[in-house]
């Protein structure tokens, strides 16, 4: 069992940055995958960005491409989300991800294995 708890979301004006963590309990985390996904007040949950085990490889939404940072650190079992050049329509609740395959995350996020509560990120124009 693996429980995933976010933090670092917060109110912040557009062009300014955030960084996100996702903590996760258990001694496995480093054989997950991770990722991101935000889910805006009246529209579905979108993937953000994913990464995978060793943190070699990482994939971004295309609204996030250039601005959005996924990074790991298997040692401290926590996921990270630097977000850079916000936008207002960046707001959404970020919601943190643990799969076994990689493809899931973009493919069928509802395979996923693990989901945390989510975090709040607020940008105001």
């Known amino acids: 069992q693996v429980q995933l708890v976010e933090s670092g979301g917060g109110l912040v004006q557009a062009g300014g940055s955030l960084r996100l963590s996702c903590a996760a309990s258990?001694?496995?985390?480093?054989?997950?995958?991770m990722g991101w996904f935000r889910q805006a007040p009246g529209k579905e949950r979108e993937f953000v960005a994913t990464?995978?085990?060793?943190?070699?490889?990482?994939y971004y939404a295309d609204s996030v491409k250039g601005r959005f940072t996924i990074s790991r650190d298997n040692a401290k079992n926590t996921v990270y989300l630097k977000m850079n050049n916000l936008k207002p329509e960046d707001t959404a609740v970020y919601i943190c991800?643990?799969?076994?395959?990689?493809?899931?995350?973009?493919?069928?996020?509802?395979?996923?294995?693990?989901w945390g509560q989510g975090t709040q990120v607020t940008v105001s124009s």
């Open positions: 990464i995978s085990t060793s943190g070699g490889t990482t």
């Open positions: 258990g001694r496995t985390f480093s054989s997950y995958a």
């Open positions: 991800a643990a799969g076994s395959l990689l493809g899931i995350f973009f493919s069928r996020p509802a395979r996923l294995d693990y």
